[in-house]
């Protein structure tokens, strides 16, 4: 499977990240966490980064997601709704759930290094 062409290659994934970014800052649950964010600069880090997960021609060179991450205190349900907000982002761009079944896998494996904290819900 090319997932890279699934995603529509650098052109898709770069509307998806903008339409995952929108979604996070339109998202109560967690957008307070990005209050502080270079927006621009986390953009283009995400395209590198997904472009890089689905098999395309890119080179994440941004930080480790435990250093990019770490004092945070992000907690299991803020990673759901932002992995939600994700999967949104892919029906809306209409990309094959084969697809985004293979890039959400490697969203979650990436949990243990991103969520330090406890929150109400655990
Ligand atoms: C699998 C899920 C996630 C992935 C793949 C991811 C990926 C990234 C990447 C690539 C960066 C930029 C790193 C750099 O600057 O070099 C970043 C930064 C950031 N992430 Fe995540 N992230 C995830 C989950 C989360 C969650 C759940 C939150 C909070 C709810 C969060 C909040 C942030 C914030 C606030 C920054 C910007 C830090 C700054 O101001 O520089 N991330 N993330």
Same mark, same amino acid.
């Given at each position: 499977? @090319?997932?890279?062409? +699934?995603? /529509?290659?650098?052109?898709?994934? %770069?509307? #998806?990240?903008? %339409?995952?970014? /929108? &979604?996070? !800052? *339109? @998202?109560?649950?967690? *957008?307070?966490?990005?209050?502080?964010? *270079?927006?621009?600069?986390?953009?283009?880090?995400? $395209?590198?980064?997904?472009?890089? !997960? $689905?098999?395309?021609?890119?080179?994440?060179? /941004?930080?480790?997601?435990?250093?990019?991450?770490?004092?945070?205190?992000?907690?299991?349900?803020?990673? &759901?709704?932002?992995?939600? @907000?994700?999967? @949104?982002?892919?029906?809306? +761009?209409?990309?094959?759930?084969?697809? +985004?079944?293979?890039?959400?896998?490697?969203?979650?494996?990436?949990?243990?290094?991103?969520?330090?904290? &406890?929150?109400? #819900? /655990?």
């Amino acid at each position: 499977q @090319d997932y890279y062409a +699934q995603y /529509g290659g650098k052109a898709g994934i %770069t509307k #998806l990240i903008n %339409t995952f970014v /929108g &979604n996070v !800052a *339109n @998202d109560p649950h967690i *957008n307070y966490y990005f209050a502080h964010t *270079n927006i621009p600069h986390l953009k283009y880090e995400l $395209v590198q980064q997904v472009c890089m !997960a $689905v098999g395309g021609p890119c080179k994440y060179t /941004g930080l480790s997601m435990r250093k990019a991450h770490e004092g945070m205190g992000v907690t299991e349900s803020a990673f &759901n709704y932002l992995a939600q @907000d994700m999967m @949104d982002a892919m029906q809306t +761009q209409r990309i094959p759930m084969s697809a +985004q079944n293979y890039l959400i896998a490697i969203l979650a494996s990436m949990e243990p290094q991103i969520v330090t904290a &406890n929150g109400p #819900l /655990g």
